[in-house]
Structures are given as C-alpha cells and as structure tokens.
C-alpha cells in the first residue's frame, strides 16, 4: 500500500546546484501538488496539478519546476538552490481539488549551505 | 494577518485531561474545514472534517461557527498517543480554488 512516495528524504545542497524531489502516487489520483513546510508558516503550496500534463503555480513558485508527463508522477526540480529554499517538502495527491482526502508523502528534507 | 490562523501552543496537558484548539478564519467564503494531524518529522493525516453541525469521532469532536468564522477541536480523556501537531484546514474557491493550512497548535500530553 504505497500511497504517495517521496524522494530523496534527506539531501544537503550547495547554493547554485540544482536537484529535483521525485514523487509518485499509486491511488490514480488526478490532482497532485507539491508544499513546502517552514517553521510558523504553515503548509505553502508551490505548484499543482489537476491531471496529466496540466500544472500550475502556487503561492511560492518562484525557484522551482515542475511537469506532470504522467498520473503517477509529479517531479519537483530546484533550479539553482539558494538558502532560502532550506525546507521541509511534501508532495501531495488527492482524487480532486476539495475532496476531504489530501494524501501526503512522508517529507523531504533539504538544506541548503 | 493570516488567512487562518491557530495558537502555535504548546499545550501541555495531563493524561486524561480534556483540551481545545480554536482556528480562527478571515474569508467568510471559505467553504470546507478539516482538522489533520501531524506526528513529529512524519506527513500531515487528516483528523476528521468539520461539519456546520458539529460532528464527533470518538474522543475527537469538531465543530464549526461560521458566523465567528473559527472552527474548534475538543480532544476528550487526552492519551499520550495524541502528543502531535493538529493542523486547521480550510477550503474556498474564490478567484480560484484555494486550501489553506494553519501553522499548526502543538500539544504534549504528559503522563
């Protein structure tokens, strides 16, 4: 039983490389969305998607890509890291926008020197 | 100001005790409300819905007031198990579908 699985789970960068968070769902879901998490600031979306090949941006966009080749599959690349993209990252599906469900991975951790 | 806002706590409680969290939210067109709850360096799980009736889940009950706009969560008989992070969840769809997270109201429950 899969659900949404993340990875890397820990990853140290150096400012001005970049690196992409992977993330797969096996629940067929059509809506899928990537947050990062930071400390009194709550959940922050970054980018979404409501199905293959359709994706948007977020409240924090800015520093990142996305694409959505597939249902399964919604990568999350960094383009060139700066400090202030250390964060806790979780990527997330759920059957629609709305529903009562929003099903998490288990958070990747990056830092970023 | 936030858009929903929570008491980052902590709350530290007895086993057994009774505690409540309130979630205050400022769009009165916010349309759907959850609790979840987040364990320690581990993903967010949805608690329960809040239904405009209030509903109960065991020890878990949630209600909603629309016209203070905040949502509650009253955990009954506190266990050392619900030590954990409870999120407030709200939905709307103006100007574009939104979900809004809460920072979170921290609670340790003590043996």
């Known amino acids: 039983n899969a659900g949404v699985t993340q990875t890397p789970k820990f990853q140290v960068l150096k400012t001005g490389q970049s690196m992409t968070l992977q993330c797969a769902q096996d629940m067929n879901h059509e809506y899928m969305s990537w947050y990062r998490q930071d400390p009194g600031m709550g959940l922050r979306l970054i980018h979404y998607?409501?199905?293959?090949?359709?994706?948007d941006q977020g409240e924090v966009p800015n520093g990142y890509n996305v694409s959505r080749s597939t249902t399964e599959d919604f990568p999350l690349r960094l383009l060139s890291a700066a400090p202030s993209q250390t964060s806790v990252y979780f990527c997330a599906s759920s059957y629609a926008q709305g529903v009562n469900t929003i099903y998490f991975g288990e958070g990747s951790w990056l830092t970023v020197v | 100001r936030k858009e929903v806002e929570q008491d980052p706590g902590p709350f530290n409680v007895p086993e057994g005790a009774t505690v409540a969290f309130n979630c205050t939210y400022s769009n009165s067109a916010s349309q759907s409300f959850f609790w979840y709850r987040q364990d320690c360096r581990k993903e967010p799980k949805l608690l329960m819905s809040?239904?405009?009736s209030g509903n109960e889940d065991g020890r878990f009950t949630a209600q909603l007031n629309r016209a203070s706009q905040y949502i509650s969560l009253l955990i009954r008989d506190s266990k050392l198990s619900d030590s954990a992070t409870y999120l407030c969840v709200v939905n709307r769809n103006t100007g574009g579908f939104k979900t809004i997270f809460g920072a979170g109201t921290r609670l340790f429950v003590k043996a």
């Open positions: 998607s409501v199905g293959a090949g359709i994706t």
């Open positions: 809040v239904y405009s």
